[in-house]
């Protein structure tokens, strides 16, 4: 049973980086968005605009969502450990 408690030992901080590279990559996701929704909002000649800037809106709030959580597990790993 010592093994397997072993397992869930408390890792190094230098393992934070982890939620950091993480956090680093929803960002990178949040600037793709705006920028495919640049792309196809002046590409496209359809008339329904409105969809690409629900789409955007949808896809920002949640990349942010997914970014603030990553930044808030890095903070919360580093400030403990």
Same mark, same amino acid.
């Given at each position: %049973?010592?093994?397997?408690?072993? $397992? %869930?030992?408390? /890792?190094? =901080?230098?393992?934070?980086?982890? &939620?950091?590279?993480?956090? /680093?990559?929803?960002?990178?996701? @949040? #600037?793709?968005? /705006? $920028? @495919? &929704?640049? !792309?196809?909002?002046? *590409?496209?000649?359809?008339?329904? =605009? @409105? *969809?690409? /800037? #629900? +789409?955007? !809106?949808?896809? $920002? +709030?949640?990349? &942010? #969502? !997914?970014? &603030?959580?990553? *930044? !808030?597990?890095?903070? %919360?790993? +580093?400030?403990?450990?």
């Amino acid at each position: %049973m010592n093994n397997l408690m072993g $397992l %869930m030992d408390p /890792v190094g =901080k230098n393992y934070c980086e982890f &939620f950091y590279y993480l956090g /680093v990559l929803a960002l990178i996701g @949040m #600037a793709l968005s /705006v $920028l @495919m &929704f640049f !792309i196809n909002f002046f *590409r496209e000649k359809d008339k329904d =605009k @409105m *969809r690409h /800037v #629900a +789409i955007l !809106i949808y896809n $920002l +709030i949640v990349s &942010f #969502a !997914i970014y &603030f959580g990553y *930044r !808030i597990l890095y903070s %919360m790993c +580093i400030k403990s450990l």
